[in-house]
């Protein structure tokens, strides 16, 4: 293999006129395409010169084909000089920096060493504009300088000061080439500019390169028209004005009209080179679609550089909606048949499978059922021919086959493919997973790895891709499967576990004691790998019964030993712990869950405490089980009770409706009291505070708290039986807040932190009396989402939600360009065998990574060294 | 001048000491580098004025560290250039 070479230097230089007529091979006249037989005018834009892009014609310069010229430049002579839009910075700079009459530098050489340094000990700096005082008098020839305006997108004009009375005298493009002509190399070195490679006075266009017309294909439409590419559109439209400026010069017209066609051909050219420029209207098409010239094709996401080179579309790639399925293992995904039958590894034929590859070509392309194995879509002969395999040709292309074929062969159950969700923020967003072909249309993953992908089954799109190699198949495996990235390197814990219904099916089956027949049991652990159950744990009327809690230890590894408090934890003062009357307290001794309630803590995603105990103790296949055993089980608890929500569990008796009402009346009252106080005069500011500034604080105080008191009455009456209490104590969904919204009261809406202030003058609506200060005048909501919002209540919460909304939109596109910005910077860092960060060029970045040299994913949340989960497993008791 | 705050006083600011000769070289052995390789920092830099280091030095500075408790980074000093 060739050695990487070290760039050495890269040259920016501009074109030279002389440049583009030598690499010309046509001078290019005619504004016409092709004649009526659609054979391309002599001389015209789509030129034979140029390059071919009809099959069947050959190019009259390479005399090759369409598919193998690369195509030639042509050029047109413009009738007058035109200024390139893209170095009008430039063009302005030099114009104000050089004399008027003498075009040298308006720096005396002692002025000039005094930036740059002397010629022994050069600074490396250049000269800038701000080096030259404005309008000063030449040091050389001792003329007057005058201002230079400029004006977008091309125009330049001196501004002359005559009676007082200023004068704006434009400059043409024939002015200034012969000015920037005149500029001395040497002068040009002080300023940044290598006048061998870019004469300034090339910015400055008198030939135009026509590009070749394999980069500005025609395409023939349906109907039979030819539509012609957007560059050869402007093309013409330069040519015609060049033509008619050409005419016009030699006919001797009026000056006016010279100056008018003059402006004209500036403006085709310009736009010819970038059609958005500021200052400038856009060219557009007859559909009145602006055209897309040629800095339009290199920038921006769809550009050259971020659509075609960064990012590409690539074969053997499948997109579709995903949907879940519990009853899949993590680490595999479903695809549906369609998508399995089109997509394809190749296989090369040797003696050992040359018989399992004649058969799968035999079976062909066409694969019925998922019963059905897998069949063969072409087969590569060693001279690189491929064989497409269709209903005719199977048997005689399946009798051909000898080592040195290669197979390409259907995707089948226990393939290795890359599955994706965009954005892919990190390395999780690509992971490798084991094929399972299914029925329907979507790919299939269990729930338990969105975390890592983020993804949900509102309509989310994925990607897949299948390695072609077995380099690729074997680097996906080691590197990318799933059982690999259950552990994040952002945080060493878990970012793949139990979701929502786990969760809450887990709770509901470890919370408290419950016994289950065997019936129940089996029902329960149907799709737990395990093999026997243990002895029973009681013996009722000679009915054997199960624990809840040994039903769960059966997926637990036996060496387990750990102690730690769940999500359902209230962190009392004093921890009770096996007496923990919420069941909060969890010990699991030698595999054996004694105590405690398995919830978000234990088993979720991102926390899943028992999850990443077994990747440090078994490793991550073991975790992979335990989490499918997990999920399969957790499944089959929620179904077994059943789990829904519905409006009349949001009901609360009449107590508890007399009592909310009581609290928020009191609540109000108190609020009264305290503007009341502030209006006459007799409240006292808190330290650095206004009055007003206190009024509102207490306001917001006292409203929060009401809030909060309606949500413990609403609490005392819904317990465990409601739904919305077991998704919020286990961790799975939402919390007490939304519960006491649902309830109790929606409380105050807020903007920036504050209640709402804005509306009308000194009111919110019209529907208080100016200067209320009331709660409800400024968007405190007595009501719950239950009993109903009033309308000024509603407009509130609509204000209230818009901000929510903002927020998060404007959060988002700012971290992901944050995020964009950083990973541009850091991709290129490795950490070398010495532990230190570098660059591709060798460069320290960091003498140890991250300072300690610890890998993230492999520390336990952080820490290099898990104490407390090495001491419990010794001890077998907590720490 | 005496008035004039020492950064290196400052409770946020890491030591900063110039390395001999003989330690530099010994530095650029063990990680195979040339001075090109170093992180840099200019001449102008508070804590570069204070030990009175000059273009070419070698600077150890030794901070704390919430990862690794103590951690020693190298770096040149350079000239700042204009703009």
Redo the contacts between chains.
């Keep these: 293999m060739a050695s990487p070479k070290r760039i050495g230097k890269i040259e920016f230089g501009l074109l030279s006129p002389k440049e583009i007529r030598t690499m010309s091979v046509r001078k290019i006249i005619w504004a016409d395409t092709y004649d009526d037989d659609g054979f391309p005018y002599p001389q015209g834009l789509m030129d034979l010169n140029l390059g071919v892009i009809d099959p069947g014609l050959r190019c009259k310069t390479c005399d090759q084909k369409a598919s193998e010229c690369p195509g030639h430049f042509g050029h047109i002579e413009l009738a007058k000089p035109v200024i390139h839009v893209g170095y009008t910075r430039l063009i302005r700079k030099l114009l104000r920096v050089t004399c008027r009459g003498c075009s040298r530098l308006l720096l005396s050489p002692e002025e000039i060493v005094k930036v740059i340094g002397t010629e022994e000990e050069a600074?490396?700096?250049i000269l800038s504009e701000k080096d030259i005082k404005k309008e000063r008098v030449c040091p050389h020839c001792g003329e007057q300088q005058l201002k230079i305006n400029f004006e977008k997108p091309t125009t330049f004009s001196e501004v002359m000061v005559e009676e007082g009375r200023k004068i704006e005298h434009k400059l043409t493009p024939a002015d200034i080439r012969a000015r920037l002509e005149k500029i001395p190399d040497d002068d040009l070195r002080h300023l940044g500019i290598n006048p061998t490679v870019a004469r300034p006075e090339w910015t400055i266009l008198t030939v135009l390169p026509v590009p070749p017309v394999t980069m500005r294909p025609s395409i023939i439409l349906e109907n039979g028209q030819r539509s012609e590419d957007d560059l050869t559109h402007k093309l013409v439209d330069i040519i015609r004005i060049n033509q008619r400026f050409k005419e016009n010069q030699d006919a001797g017209a009026p000056q006016l009209i010279i100056e008018d066609l003059w402006e004209l051909l500036q403006y085709h050219v310009t736009t010819y080179l970038d059609n958005e420029v500021a200052g400038c209207p856009p060219a557009r098409h007859r559909s009145g679609r602006p055209l897309k010239t040629l800095s339009q094709r290199l920038k921006g996401k769809d550009g050259r550089f971020r659509g075609s080179l960064s990012g590409k579309r690539v074969n053997f790639s499948a997109r579709t909606v995903i949907s879940p399925d519990p009853n899949l293992s993590v680490i595999e995904v479903g695809i549906p048949l369609a998508v399995a039958n089109e997509m394809s590894v190749p296989v090369h034929v040797t003696p050992y499978n040359i018989e399992e590859l004649r058969q799968m070509t035999l079976n062909g392309p066409v694969r019925a059922s998922l019963d059905d194995p897998c069949g063969a879509n072409y087969v590569i002969r060693p001279d690189k021919r491929r064989l497409r395999l269709a209903e005719g040709n199977l048997e005689t292309v399946a009798e051909m086959l000898e080592p040195g074929y290669i197979v390409e062969r259907q995707i089948r159950n226990g393939d290795i493919v890359l599955f994706n969700r965009q954005p892919s923020l990190h390395r999780m967003s690509i992971m490798a997973h084991r094929v399972r072909v299914m029925d329907g249309r979507t790919f299939r993953l269990n729930p338990a790895v969105c975390p890592p992908y983020n993804a949900d089954f509102d309509g989310d799109e994925m990607n897949l891709h299948i390695p072609q190699t077995e380099e690729a198949r074997a680097e996906a495996a080691i590197l990318c499967s799933v059982e690999e990235n259950i552990l994040s390197p952002r945080f060493g814990g878990p970012i793949i576990g139990g979701i929502h219904d786990h969760v809450s099916g887990i709770f509901m089956l470890t919370n408290q004691v419950r016994w289950f027949s065997k019936e129940d049991a089996l029902y329960l652990l149907k799709h737990v790998k395990m093999e026997h159950l243990p002895a029973p744990g009681r013996v009722e009327n000679d009915v054997p019964m199960w624990s809840n809690k040994q039903i769960f230890s059966l997926v637990l590894p036996p060496e387990l030993n750990m102690v730690f408090k769940a999500s359902s934890c209230e962190n009392c003062d004093i921890c009770k712990k096996d007496l923990c009357e919420r069941d909060a307290y969890v010990r699991i001794i030698d595999g054996i869950l004694e105590c405690g309630t398995i919830d978000k803590k234990a088993i979720g995603a991102f926390d899943g405490q028992i999850v990443h105990r077994i990747i440090r103790q078994c490793g991550m296949k073991r975790a992979a089980e335990f989490i499918d055993d997990i999920t399969h089980l957790s499944i089959r608890a929620i179904m077994m009770d059943g789990f829904s929500f519905g409006i009349d569990d949001e009901d609360l008796s009449k107590t508890e409706y007399g009592q909310i009402d009581e609290v928020l009346s009191t609540a109000l009252l108190d609020v009264q009291r305290r503007i009341r106080i502030y209006e006459d005069g007799q409240l006292e500011p808190m330290p650095g505070r206004t009055p007003e500034e206190t009024l509102e604080m207490q306001i917001m105080q006292v409203l929060g708290k009401a809030r909060d008191r309606t949500g413990e009455i609403a609490g005392r009456h819904l317990g465990l039986g409601n739904s919305a209490v077991v998704m919020a104590v286990s961790g799975a969904r939402g919390s007490m807040l939304n519960l006491t919204q649902m309830a109790g009261c929606v409380g105050q809406q807020s903007v920036r932190g504050e209640r709402i202030m804005r509306g009308y003058d000194d009111r919110t609506l019209p529907h208080f009396k100016k200067n209320d200060r009331g709660a409800d005048a400024h968007g405190f909501i007595t009501h719950s989402y239950k009993g109903g919002l009033n309308p000024t209540e509603f407009f509130f919460h609509a204000i209230g939600g818009r901000e929510g909304l903002v927020d998060t939109a404007v959060r988002t596109s700012q971290s992901g360009y944050l995020q964009r910005r950083m990973i541009n910077a850091l991709q290129d860092l490795k950490v070398a065998y010495?532990g230190?960060v570098?660059t591709t060029?060798?460069?320290?970045?960091?003498?140890?990574y991250?300072?300690?040299?610890?890998d993230p994913m492999k520390s336990s949340f952080g820490d290099p060294v898990d104490v407390k989960g090495i001491v419990e497993s010794v001890l077998k008791e907590e720490v | 001048m005496s008035i004039r705050l020492n950064v290196l006083d400052h409770i946020m600011v890491p030591d900063h000491k110039i390395m001999s000769e003989e330690e530099v070289s010994l530095l650029f052995s063990s990680?195979s580098?040339t001075s090109?390789?170093?992180?840099k920092m200019y001449q102008d830099d508070p804590a570069v004025k204070v030990i009175g280091a000059k273009i070419g030095d070698v600077i150890r500075i030794i901070r704390t560290?919430?990862?690794?408790?103590r951690?020693?980074?190298?770096r040149l000093v350079i000239k700042r250039?204009?703009?």
């Design positions: 600074t490396g700096d010495d230190t570098r060029g060798g460069r320290i970045i960091q003498f140890r991250g300072e300690d040299g610890t | 990680y580098i090109e390789h170093l992180p560290s919430q990862t690794a408790g951690a020693e980074s190298y250039p204009k703009k």
